[in-house]
């Protein structure tokens, strides 16, 4: 079983969880759900601005849920505040454009007046779902999923309070200069270089080791202005393209299924398998396929990928063994109905399962007059029987 995904992997991306779970104030009863709901990938489109997020929740419904996050900006004073805390020391400038955020800073900060972290009151919520709990488990979600944010770019605390990392630096250095005009300037001393022997001499340093790949892929830049009309694009779906882009790219990183080894079809469900109904339609327009497919090879690769979708599209003849071990199980499980086997389907009343050439098991339900996968393959019947 994979080990269970934890949010915030820094110090600073777990500060950001213990504000939420202990000093926002918010309903400790609901942010369990929008844990399990972060932990099921059901947030996409999570794009940060000035004082405010936002983002696209899956739940119960095919219409994605959209979810707007605004948070309280500082004041000029509490942003004096805030930026006279940074520039008492150099080193937390230096921390920041390292990509970390200093303890000391976040606690004097907090202690000033000036706390980058969520208080009580500091988080404003809207979702686009009936229910009207604050937050709901579709708001929590997003919560939760900001602290991969903060991990990567601690300034994404900054640009909640109001402020871009540009404005934030830009204003820092605007602080310094004075005292730097006072300093008298000292001649440059001549870089005399190395000669070629010295060079060769030295010996290499050590190699730095690789970064680990992001935990999500990122998002793509909002661009302001559609292309010309002629074109036929949009600047919603450049956007798209290059998140789908950015996903290919990491799946690639971490030695996942790349782009150049899916079939047509399979590609297709796996770009489906991200979009909204409406999305779907028009993908499955553009494609010369029928939605309705479309949308139950998109359900399929959302359960299970490429096995799912092969499950779902495809019918072979595995030999005697596997199946007639599913064909006991099912007659203990005491469902209705005598079990049916044709090719590598085994089906009884309103279950069937279907054995993949990658040797795992597949649950599909009866919805209508069509089958539905269930859930994520197993290698072995018993669990999906019952």
Not at 36 to 53: D, I, P
Not at 116 to 125: E, I, Q
Not at 338 to 359: E, S
Request: aromatic content about 6%; proline content about 10%.
């Amino acid at each position: 079983m994979p080990p269970r995904r934890n949010f915030g992997t820094t110090w600073w991306g777990r500060a950001w969880v213990d504000a939420l779970e202990q000093r926002a104030k918010l309903d400790p009863n609901r942010l369990p759900r929008g844990r399990t709901y972060a932990r099921q990938g059901t947030v996409s489109e999570l794009h940060f601005g000035a004082g405010a997020m936002t983002a696209r929740v899956r739940g119960s419904r095919p219409q994605p849920y959209q979810v707007t996050i605004t948070m309280r900006t500082f004041t000029d004073g509490e942003w004096d505040t805030l930026l006279g805390v940074v520039g008492t020391q150099l080193g937390h400038a230096a921390a920041l454009l390292d990509g970390e955020l200093p303890g000391a800073l976040a606690e004097q900060a907090r202690e000033a007046g000036a706390d980058l972290l969520p208080g009580p009151g500091d988080l404003r919520p809207r979702c686009s779902c009936p229910d009207s709990a604050n937050p709901c488990k579709h708001v929590a979600a997003v919560y939760y999923l900001v602290a991969d944010e903060v991990d990567r770019d601690p300034f994404t605390l900054f640009l909640l309070r109001g402020r871009p990392r540009a404005d934030v630096l830009a204003e820092l250095r605007a602080r310094r200069s004075p005292a730097r005009a006072d300093r008298p300037k000292l001649p440059k001393a001549a870089d005399e270089g190395l000669t070629p022997r010295a060079a060769y001499a030295r010996r290499p340093g050590p190699i730095p080791a690789v970064p680990p790949p992001p935990r999500v892929a990122g998002s793509p830049a909002v661009l302001d202005l559609d292309p010309p009309p002629a074109t036929g694009w949009t600047a919603a779906a450049l956007s798209t393209l290059a998140a789908d882009a950015a996903a290919l790219a990491r799946d690639l990183l971490v030695g996942g299924v790349t782009a150049a080894e899916l079939t047509f079809e399979e590609d297709l469900a796996r770009r489906a398998a991200g979009r909204t109904a409406p999305e779907i339609t028009t993908l499955a327009t553009a494609a010369g396929l029928p939605p309705r497919d479309l949308t139950r090879w998109a359900e399929a690769w959302r359960e299970a990928g490429r096995g799912g979708l092969a499950a779902l599209r495809e019918t072979w003849q595995p030999g005697p063994g596997p199946l007639a071990e599913a064909q006991a199980i099912l007659a203990e499980a005491g469902l209705p109905g005598r079990p049916k086997i044709w090719r590598n389907r085994l089906t009884q009343g309103g279950l069937q399962l279907r054995y993949g050439r990658d040797a795992r098991w597949y649950r599909f339900v009866r919805s209508g007059t069509e089958w539905r996968l269930d859930g994520p393959p197993s290698a072995s019947p018993v669990d999906l029987a019952y």
